[in-house]
């Protein structure tokens, strides 16, 4: 790989951006759970001594916060604490650093670019269904379910450092169902064909499970985020684009992303001290169109969201992130990214709901958090929406449908097209990329929803009337704002 860039001058006429005095690590530290502990290592476990946990369910790691307690009671843990650091260390250790900087491969960690190789050759292997609706390909389904049959026996040989298609005589030991829990769940909910932050976090977590069963180094955490995590992207992207999988509810409206949170969050780290890149330089479309995004994710999510974004300009379709271009560098932009992703993904039970525990991550019950009264009255269960139910909430459809409606019109019945096309036209009108419409109701909603839905499979017609009664209490812009001050 070839060094960065900060030492060219490129021809954009932008001036020095360097600030040597500033500390980052002591600005972070104070986010996390305790600053004296932040550059602390987790805690670590034998995998070949450790007692699994979940027997009863073949070791699979298992939800265990399900109300707000629950989620009060995480937060007061160690394992919340090594969860959070873990992210800070990660963007740390990229500070200043490119994607094609000058770093030398691994042995373990080009294990991992295997495996992960591997699940992409599934994609290639099981093409998206001709008919598409304008929600999820169902053929996203036949993916998942390969990588949840194979995940556990390519784990098990990449950990113990043999060949992906090494035959597996003996039974393999539970830990591998529990690490594989986290991996199968990275890449989205097969039921429902959609994709979030949730997932995003969970690919964390598959990569938490290998720090702390001593497979990845500490000196290697660089690598996790510009190689390994920059890999995970890109292949979420191409599900994205090959399955149409939905954006998990509508987080759009933050405007960063209708999928992703973490390339902002270690982007922006990448990009501190740049001596030309200052985030007001999103909005310079020369920039982001030239190789720095190849080089910086913050810059390579914007030039993303540019070209499947293309009907309307960046402050249309992501006004959040042009409000975050007004920052004044890129530090107090990744200060306020884990400020942010502490409070928006990490601090909201809809997403925290869908976390797995088992032997490696472990759920610890603070048994001093105890449940409030009106938290009893406002405890809801956990709901999995089935793709098949086809409009049992408020869906909001994939930008990649949306971009390629004439493609969905093309390969669909006359009397489809119909429905389709009025369809079509509403979605784009009334749910455009920055819908205010969840697909589930956040932390601090009461939502009462009556449906009727009357069916004809025959013609693969579904009209669907939905009279929802949401009483929302999301944040303001300016609460959302305060995260990154305009200084």
């Given at each position: 790989m070839?060094?960065?860039?900060?030492?060219?001058i490129p021809s954009f006429g932008l001036k020095s951006n360097v600030n040597s005095t500033y500390n980052h690590l002591e600005t972070?530290?104070?986010?996390?759970?305790?600053?004296?502990?932040?550059?602390?290592?987790?805690?670590?476990?034998?995998?070949?001594?450790?007692?699994?946990?979940?027997?009863?369910?073949?070791?699979?790691?298992?939800?265990?916060?399900?109300?707000k307690r629950d989620l009060r009671s995480f937060h007061t843990t160690s394992t919340y604490s090594e969860l959070l650091n873990f992210i800070i260390q990660l963007s740390l250790d990229i500070q200043g650093k490119s994607l094609k900087s000058n770093f030398t491969i691994t042995?373990?960690?080009?294990?991992?670019?295997?495996?992960?190789?591997?699940?992409?050759?599934?994609?290639?292997?099981?093409?998206?269904?001709?008919?598409?609706?304008?929600?999820?390909?169902?053929?996203?389904?036949?993916?998942?379910?390969?990588?949840e049959k194979e995940s556990p026996k390519l784990l098990f040989n990449l950990i113990n450092d043999k060949p992906l298609n090494t035959p597996i005589t003996n039974e393999i030991p539970l830990v591998y169902n529990e690490i594989s829990t986290y991996l199968q769940?990275?890449?989205?909910?097969?039921?429902?064909?959609?994709?979030?932050?949730?997932?995003?976090?969970?690919?964390?977590?598959?990569l938490l499970c290998l720090v702390k069963i001593k497979f990845i180094k500490r000196e290697e955490y660089e690598l996790l985020v510009l190689v390994i995590f920059n890999k995970y992207l890109n292949m979420m992207r191409r599900l994205q684009e090959s399955y149409w999988l939905e954006p998990a509810g509508s987080?759009?409206?933050?405007?960063?992303?209708?999928?992703?949170?973490?390339?902002?969050?270690?982007?922006?780290?990448q990009l501190i001290e740049h001596k030309y890149i200052r985030p007001k330089s999103i909005r310079n479309d020369e920039i982001v169109n030239s190789s720095f995004s190849d080089e910086y994710m913050y810059l390579g999510c914007i030039?993303?969201?540019?070209?499947?974004?293309?009907?309307?300009?960046?402050?249309?379709?992501?006004?959040?992130?042009?409000?975050?271009?007004?920052?004044?560098?890129?530090?107090?932009?990744?200060?306020?990214?884990?400020?942010?992703?502490?409070?928006?993904?990490l601090g909201k039970?809809?997403?925290?709901?869908?976390?797995?525990?088992?032997?490696?991550?472990?759920?610890i019950d603070n048994t001093d958090i105890i449940e409030t009264e009106e938290e009893i009255n406002q405890r809801k269960p956990i709901v999995t929406h089935s793709f098949s139910s086809c409009g049992c909430i408020n869906r909001v459809p994939s930008m990649f449908a949306v971009a390629n409606t004439d493609k969905i019109l093309a390969s669909t019945s006359t009397t489809t097209t119909t429905t389709t096309t009025t369809t079509t036209t509403t979605s784009i009108n009334n749910n455009s990329n920055n819908t205010t419409n969840d697909d589930h109701c956040n932390d601090n909603e009461q939502c009462f929803e009556t449906?009727?839905?009357?069916?004809?499979?025959?013609?693969?017609?579904?009209?669907?009337?939905?009279?929802?009664n949401h009483n929302h209490n999301h944040p303001p812009p300016q609460q959302q704002r305060s995260y990154f001050p305009l200084d």
């Open positions: 070839t060094e960065n860039n900060n030492n060219k972070v530290a104070k986010l996390s759970s305790d600053e004296k502990l932040v550059n602390e290592p987790p805690k670590f476990v034998d995998i070949k001594t450790i007692t699994p946990l979940n027997v009863e369910n073949n070791g699979i790691a298992q939800k265990r916060i399900i109300t042995k373990n960690i080009n294990s991992i670019i295997v495996l992960l190789n591997q699940l992409d050759q599934y994609i290639t292997d099981i093409p998206p269904k001709q008919i598409r609706t304008r929600f999820g390909n169902e053929s996203f389904v036949e993916w998942f379910n390969m990588v769940n990275s890449w989205g909910d097969k039921q429902r064909i959609d994709y979030g932050s949730g997932h995003e976090l969970n690919f964390i977590c598959f987080h759009g409206v933050w405007g960063l992303d209708d999928y992703h949170f973490l390339p902002f969050l270690f982007g922006s780290s030039r993303f969201i540019g070209k499947v974004k293309s009907g309307g300009s960046l402050l249309e379709h992501s006004p959040m992130l042009v409000d975050i271009s007004g920052v004044k560098n890129w530090s107090k932009v990744n200060e306020g990214m884990i400020k942010m992703f502490k409070s928006e993904v039970l809809p997403i925290m709901q869908h976390m797995f525990f088992a032997s490696i991550i472990q759920y449906h009727n839905h009357n069916h004809n499979h025959n013609n693969h017609n579904h009209n669907h009337n939905h009279n929802h």
